[in-house]
């Protein structure tokens, strides 16, 4: 069971990123998806989470109104998509599952 995140990259502050995060060796639909970040000298948080039964949405207070996750069933996918990017938004992004093992993870950077 693999997940790989991708779709990271420098950009300036009100930008946009899309992030994506493709399973591979299972249904990606059947679990629970969370996004997390850490940034440099920080705790790994959760940004959004994306339920797996009726794809129930939750956001950090942080992201919420910038950031919109959701999972294309056909690609095997979760996205999150963020807007209106920030200083602080600058961490290496990971997604999994409950119980999952972490993966490389995407390094978003927000600079001007």
């Known amino acids: 069971l693999q997940l790989v995140e991708s779709g990271g990259g420098l950009v300036q502050p009100g930008g946009s990123l899309r992030l994506s995060c493709a399973a591979s060796?299972?249904?990606?639909?059947?679990?629970?998806i969370g996004w997390f970040r850490q940034a440099p000298g920080k705790e790994r948080e959760r940004v959004s989470c994306?339920?797996?039964?009726?794809?129930?949405?939750t956001y950090a207070d942080s992201v919420k109104g910038r950031f919109t996750i959701s999972r294309d069933n056909a690609k095997n996918t979760v996205y999150l998509q963020m807007n209106n990017l920030k200083f602080e938004d600058t961490a290496i992004y990971f997604c999994?599952?409950?119980?999952?093992?972490w993966g490389q993870g995407t390094q978003v950077t927000v600079s001007s």
């Open positions: 999994n599952y409950p119980g999952g093992f």
């Open positions: 060796g299972f249904t990606l639909a059947y679990y629970t």
């Open positions: 994306i339920s797996s039964s009726d794809d129930t949405t």
